[in-house]
């Protein structure tokens, strides 16, 4: 599933974050990538732990924790602490697949890469291509969403970035192990999910809600990793 996610952050936070972004120290994209990827990856990264980095993945997982829409799709056990990159001057990621597996700089944890998230923090009328591809069973998916919208996908995906011809493409860009390792069993437990909570707001006081609120986390309880 790939699932646009709106508003993430607010305009507010989005004006602030770019500020100290556009004044943060940026390297090579390369850091980061892996041995395959690292070959047609050309883009620029703010360094693992730097102090901006840190502050504003702290902001974006903060937010994501009081975003319903997010929890329910992604039924996130760990986050991968948010990386920032930006594109411009032709500058592009050619196709690849996100490593399996990511060690968290600094620490012993590893975790799982289930889901790849991108949040914008570059308006799309600020630079010309940048759309990032993603390709899934029905054909190639092209996202470019407004500054503090996100995208989740499956990091199962081949993907690529198109070149940014004009202006900067910023954005924020991580990892996360869900507690449901299988795209289809976490598809169909956000599509029960939604539909409870349509039930509920139709019949707030039939008993078909509760009992399918017991089928959802039934099968939550057979699926999930912990
Ligand atoms: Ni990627």
């Known amino acids: 599933m790939l699932l646009s996610i709106p508003g993430v952050l607010t305009p507010e936070e989005v004006k602030l974050a770019r500020q100290k972004l556009d004044a943060a120290e940026w390297v090579d994209g390369k850091v980061t990538a892996g041995h395959q990827s690292a070959k047609v990856k050309d883009n620029m990264q703010i360094p693992e732990n730097h102090p901006v980095g840190r502050e504003l993945g702290d902001l974006i997982i903060n937010a994501l924790s009081r975003n319903p829409l997010f929890l329910s799709a992604a039924l996130p056990l760990r986050v991968f602490p948010p990386l920032f ?3 411009t001057g032709g500058q592009a990621f050619g196709t690849h697949v996100d490593n399996a597996i990511r060690q968290v700089a600094g620490t012993p944890h590893r975790i799982r890469t289930d889901l790849s998230a991108t949040l914008f923090f570059s308006a799309p009328d600020e ?3 940048g759309e990032l591809c993603v390709e899934d069973t029905y054909g190639v998916k092209k996202v470019k ?4 919208h996100m995208v989740l996908y499956p990091s199962t995906s081949l993907h690529h970035v198109t070149p940014v011809t004009r202006g900067a493409r910023v954005c924020s860009f991580f990892w996360l192990q869900s507690m449901i390792r299988d ?3 976490r598809t169909l437990l956000f599509d029960l999910d939604s539909a409870i909570q349509r039930i509920g707001q139709d019949h707030p006081s039939g008993p078909y ?3 399918l609120t017991g089928v959802y986390h039934n099968l939550l309880r057979q699926w999930a990793e912990l």
């Open 85 to 87: 990159n930006r594109y």
């Open 183 to 185: 795209d289809g069993q």
């Open 145 to 148: 969403l407004p500054a503090g």
């Open 127 to 129: 630079y010309d291509g």
């Open 209 to 211: 809600a509760v009992q």
